[in-house]
DNA sequence: AACTTGACGGTCA
DNA sequence: ATGACCGCCAAGT
C-alpha cells in the first residue's frame, strides 16, 4: 500500500463519520489493517488541512475521548465548539459519554 | 546519517 | 485508576 493510498483512506473513513459521532485514531488504522500504526492517521489529519476536500477532523479524537489535536484548529476551542455544534458534550477537553458516541469503521462500516 | 518528536495505543507494574 | 515503557513510522532538525 502506497502511502498515498493509505492517506486517501484515511480521509473516506473519516469523511463517513456520522455527524455527532465520533471515533479514534486507532480504530481508523485497524479499519485499514492495522498495516499503520495510529501515529500515521494522526499525521494524515495534520495533513488534511491542505486537503481539498473538507475533512471533518474534529470527529477523531484518541482512545479515550480526549480531543489530543484541539491545538490545530487554530484557536484552542474551536474543535470543542465544533463537537458541540453537532450535539457533543465537552468537559475538560474530554467527550461526555464518549463510549455511547463512539464510532468504530471496522464495526459500523460493510466490509 | 543520526537523533528527536509526535492529532496514538497496548501492556504491565 | 494512574503512570512508565515500548512499538510504531514519517518529518523535522
Known amino acids: 500500500m502506497s502511502n498515498d493510498d493509505f492517506f486517501h483512506k484515511v480521509y473516506a473513513v473519516a469523511r463517513l463519520i456520522p455527524q455527532g459521532r465520533v471515533t479514534s485514531y486507532g480504530a481508523i488504522a485497524r479499519y485499514l489493517g492495522a498495516a499503520r500504526s495510529a501515529r500515521m492517521v494522526g499525521w494524515a489529519m495534520n495533513a488534511s488541512h491542505s486537503q481539498p476536500e473538507f475533512i471533518p477532523a474534529h470527529r477523531v479524537v484518541n482512545r ?37 458516541k463512539f464510532w468504530d469503521p471496522a464495526k459500523e462500516l460493510p466490509l
Open 64 to 100: 479515550n475521548g480526549v480531543l489530543s489535536g484541539k491545538n490545530f484548529f487554530g484557536g484552542q476551542n474551536v474543535m470543542q465548539e465544533l463537537l458541540e455544534n453537532e450535539g457533543l458534550i465537552i468537559e475538560d477537553d474530554q467527550i461526555v459519554n464518549f463510549k455511547e
